[in-house]
């Protein structure tokens, strides 16, 4: 994915609550998640080309 940057995010509990119990079901980070979902958005509108030397997993997640 290349280089990664640090930022502030501002999310309402209502959304961050259900980030956690998202991620929690999907055995990742909070921070892994929401990568996961900016990535997933990206794909599917159109505006981040998937990878070719990267395999997706069952679960939508790259497999190195």
């Given amino acids: ?4 940057k640090s930022f ?3 999310i309402d509990s209502e959304t961050m609550k259900a980030i956690e119990k998202w991620a ?5 980070s909070v921070n ?3 990568e996961w979902m900016l ?4 794909k599917d ?3 981040l080309k998937p ?3 990267k395999k997706e997993d069952f ?3 790259q497999a190195d």
Avoid: P, Y
């Fill in 1 to 4: 994915m290349g280089e990664k």
């Fill in 8 to 10: 502030a995010l501002r």
């Fill in 24 to 28: 929690a079901d999907e055995f990742r």
């Fill in 32 to 34: 892994g998640q929401i």
């Fill in 39 to 42: 990535n997933k958005s990206l």
């Fill in 45 to 47: 509108a159109g505006r």
């Fill in 51 to 53: 990878k070719a030397d």
């Fill in 59 to 61: 679960n939508g997640t």
